[in-house]
T-cell receptor, first 112, second 111 residues
Framework: QKEVEQNSGPLSVPEGAIASLNCTYS??????FFWYRQYSGKSPELIMF????GDKEDGRFTAQLNKASQYVSLLIRDSQPSDSATYLC????????????FGAGTRLAVHP | DGGITQSPKYLFRKEGQNVTLSCEQN?????MYWYRQDPGQGLRLIYY???????QKGDIAEGYSVSREKKESFPLTVTSAQKNPTAFYLC??????????FGEGSRLTVL
């Protein structure tokens, strides 16, 4: 069974700090990785995707991928209360029909 | 505007009833997906479809059925065989680069 693991949190950070969210996956053949943000009661929205080892930056968000360690992370700089949400890591597993497996999510709370 | 429309947003069902959740997209995407989300859990894949008239079971397909007669539409039927259907149901479509975009979801409650 291919799995995606995340710490459920809550991860509590002060406003303006860097929030670091982590994700590990079991399928060594995975090539595509996604971060989604989900506000309570709402559907997930895509924040970033990353395919290559290293860092990818988009505004206040940086995704980091290390395929050798089967680890992907999301950094949120200058965290704002509006960033308080659950962050879902998703991995496209190898083989088959473009199947994405989601982690259970990490709940982030940014306090003023 | 392009997007994915799910209906109804809220649905109540009595035990033993089948219900159908609608999912329509005007994004011209080939692939569509149905996920289920329970409190404190991640999204679990129910069914997915790569093209019209083709679909595959996901990880938790038992008690569900789908059809894909049109590119724009991928309805999900929750049958009476699904023993614990109360959940948040999410439909998504996939862009060629792999990202999924989700509809607003349908929340089903069994009374």
């Amino acid at each position: 069974q291919k799995e995606v693991e995340q710490n459920s949190g809550p991860l509590s950070v002060p406003e303006g700090a860097i929030a670091s969210l982590n994700c590990t996956y079991s399928d060594r053949g995975s090539q595509s990785f996604f971060w989604y943000r989900q506000y309570s009661g709402k559907s997930p929205e895509l924040i970033m995707f990353i395919y290559s080892n290293g860092d990818k930056e988009d505004g206040r968000f940086t995704a980091q991928l290390n395929k050798a360690s089967q680890y992907v992370s999301l950094l949120i700089r200058d965290s704002q209360p509006s960033d308080s949400a659950t962050y879902l890591c998703a991995v496209k597993v190898s083989g088959g029909y473009n199947k994405l497996i989601f982690g259970a999510g990490t709940r982030l709370a940014v306090h003023p | 505007d392009g997007g994915i429309t799910q209906s109804p947003k809220y649905l109540f069902r009595k035990e033993g009833q089948n219900v159908t959740l609608s999912c329509e997209q005007n994004l011209n995407h080939d692939a569509m997906y149905w996920y289920r989300q329970d409190p404190g859990q991640g999204l679990r894949l129910i069914y997915y479809s790569q093209i019209v008239n083709d679909f595959q079971k996901g990880d938790i397909a038992e008690g569900y059925s789908v059809s894909r007669e049109k590119k724009e539409s991928f309805p999900l039927t929750v049958t009476s065989a699904q023993k614990n259907p109360t959940a948040f149901y999410l439909c998504a479509s996939r862009v060629p680069t792999g990202e999924l975009f989700f509809g607003e979801g349908s929340r089903l409650t069994v009374l």
